[in-house]
């Protein structure tokens, strides 16, 4: 059973288009992190939320807790070449537990 | 400071074969992690640590064994390798997982293949 799903598994799109990508839970977790992973590296935290319904920026790329601290989302707008890899969600629970890593998002921007 | 650290890069093992993937870091952090990652699967967790001494099983444990004799090192060992432990292996390491915003640095990862 994933405990964390993200969607779409795969999405390929021109430099500056806006896209959105999605992490769902039927759980609630304390916290919801983002990784981004580029090819041949281990991945590396871009943001962590913890409050319901909290939004964070960073530069163009805004990321969503749910209210209900089930869900998560990540909107980058105008996307460039530079933002292609694989966006990895990770749900935080209290306590000493480790996180729970959802599949990815690979992205894929087009010159 | 070097981070997270992993040896070797690349190997390729014989099914039954044994060996070791290595892991340091050198940020002083207390837990310590060993994930798997298979194409299209995401990272599973393997074993981790929260201190010298003391390690625990994750999701996918069976065919490995893992020990932590200092802060700084989280050898991954595989003792009978298989076709199915065909993976990119990441360490992970962070300061303390009672907070739960606490951030995970990885190294860059082994490939391993078993033929």
């Known amino acids: 059973t994933q405990l964390l799903e993200q969607s779409p598994q795969f999405l390929s799109i021109q430099e500056g288009e806006n896209l959105t990508v999605y992490c769902n839970s039927s759980?609630?977790?304390?916290?919801l992190q983002w990784y981004r992973q580029e090819p041949g590296e281990g991945p590396v935290l871009l943001v962590t939320?913890?409050?319901?319904?909290e939004v964070k920026k960073l530069k163009r790329l805004t990321f969503q807790f749910g209210d209900a601290r089930k869900d998560s989302s990540l909107h980058i707008t105008a996307a460039q070449p530079g933002d292609t890899g694989l966006y990895l969600c990770?749900?935080?629970?209290?306590?000493?537990?480790?996180?729970?890593f959802g599949k990815g998002t690979r992205l894929s921007v087009i010159a | 400071n070097a981070g997270v650290t992993q040896t070797p890069k690349f190997r390729i093992l014989k099914i039954g074969q044994s060996m070791t993937l290595q892991c340091a870091q050198d940020m002083n952090h207390n837990y310590m992690y060993w994930y798997r990652q298979d194409p299209g699967m995401g990272l599973k967790l393997i074993y981790y640590s929260v201190g010298a001494g003391i390690t625990d099983k994750g999701e996918v444990p069976n065919g490995y064994n893992v020990s932590r004799s200092t802060t700084e090192d989280f050898p991954l060992r595989l003792e009978l390798a298989a076709p199915s432990q065909t993976s990119v292996y990441f360490c992970?390491?962070?300061?303390?997982?009672?907070?739960?915003?606490?951030?995970?640095?990885f190294g860059p990862g082994t490939r391993l293949t078993v033929l």
């Open positions: 992970a390491s962070s300061y303390s997982r009672l907070v739960v915003t606490d951030t995970q640095y």
């Open positions: 939320v913890v409050t319901g319904g």
């Open positions: 759980s609630v977790f304390s916290s």
């Open positions: 990770a749900g935080g629970r209290s306590g000493n537990t480790p996180l729970v």
